[in-house]
């Protein structure tokens, strides 16, 4: 118990004093409902908002839902579509926008259990239509997952997913984040975590140092 109490206080002093050093570090919220319809197939749906400063300068927001297909304990199908708004920086949601983009995007996801760590791996392909024109895109991203604590209530993870495109220069983006999420029952669960993002040459969204939060639920 004293080690789940000092991970969790080490996590949270960790972001805020990122916070406090930083002016520009960025907040990322996250809300996602999962229903299982049976032993196969489920549906989801998620909305994010993001700022570029603290709860501040809010730029960003996305909803999306789909539905999910396991084609095997370790294996996951899905396809889904959403509406992704990108504006510009100095304020909130300030126009023009910088993207309006409908976003499809079939996905698989692997998991291979190693007792209480768990290795996951996401391939996703995105056809996007932006306010510029059709655009493709490709993301892999690999997570290392470690359950712990009274019933496995807890878990941390560490994530890094690389973006390409079918157009030079081919890679668009890297995002690495670190998240700490615990399980209150079997249908919600809150994270908190630090992402970092870097971007290459792309307009729709630059990059930062984000505070992650998110609730989760399972319907």
Not at 107 to 133: D, H, M, N, V
Not at 144 to 150: D, K, L
Request: aromatic share 18%; hydrophobic share 35%; charged share 25%.
């Amino acid at each position: 118990m004293i080690r789940v109490w000092v991970t969790g206080l080490f996590l949270c002093f960790f972001c805020g004093k990122i916070a406090a050093q930083r002016a520009d570090l960025g907040t990322w919220s996250i809300v996602q409902a999962r229903h299982k319809i049976n032993n196969r197939w489920g549906v989801f749906g998620e909305g994010q908002l993001r700022s570029l400063r603290f709860y501040n300068h809010f730029h960003y927001y996305e909803y999306k839902g789909g539905v999910e297909y396991r084609a095997h304990p370790n294996i996951r199908v899905a396809l889904a579509a959403g509406s992704y708004q990108t504006y510009r920086e100095g304020g909130d949601f300030v126009r023009p926008k910088n993207n309006d983009e409908l976003r499809i995007w079939p996905q698989i996801t692997l998991t291979q259990p190693l007792g209480r760590w768990k290795i996951e791996q996401r391939y996703r392909a995105e056809f996007r239509f932006t306010s510029s024109g059709f655009r493709q895109r490709f993301r892999q991203r690999i997570s290392a997952i470690y359950a712990f604590g009274p019933k496995q209530k807890w878990q941390i993870s560490g994530s890094n997913e690389l973006f390409f495109t079918n157009r030079e220069p081919y890679f668009e983006r890297n995002r690495v984040a670190l998240n700490l999420t615990y399980k209150f029952n079997d249908r919600v669960s809150a994270m908190l975590g630090y992402l970092h993002q870097f971007d290459y040459k792309i307009n729709d969204e630059t990059g930062r140092d984000f505070l992650q939060t998110g609730v989760y639920f399972d319907l």
